[in-house]
């Protein structure tokens, strides 16, 4: 299980008065889940993975983090699918698969 902070849905505000005072959720940030716009689901292999971070480090959207027993996981709610931790993993250890819809 990794810790990330809860995703909380957003929805526009019709009224200034509406947007939610600061801060936005318990981290200080506002976290959405991801925008049912991505095709495909990025897979880590964790046999290939020499935990370089970039994967990590270089997500957009912090959706990759390490579980308990020091894997690292794609938290797919979060993600949305823009391929970075898969261009920019050299040891191709993050690989695309098929969406299930």
Not at 63 to 84: H, P, R, T, Y
């Amino acid at each position: 299980m990794s810790v990330r902070p809860p995703v909380i849905p957003w929805a526009t505000p019709q009224a200034l008065s509406d947007y939610p005072e600061w801060p936005h959720a318990p981290s200080g940030i506002l976290v959405e889940g991801h925008a049912s716009w991505r095709q495909a689901l990025p897979q880590i292999d964790n046999s290939q993975c020499k935990k370089c971070l970039q994967c990590y480090l270089l997500c957009p959207d912090a959706a990759i983090s390490v579980s308990e027993d020091n894997k690292f996981v794609i938290d797919l709610e979060l993600c949305k699918g823009c391929g970075v931790c898969i261009r920019e993993c050299r040891f191709e250890a993050i690989r695309w698969s098929e969406e299930k819809k």
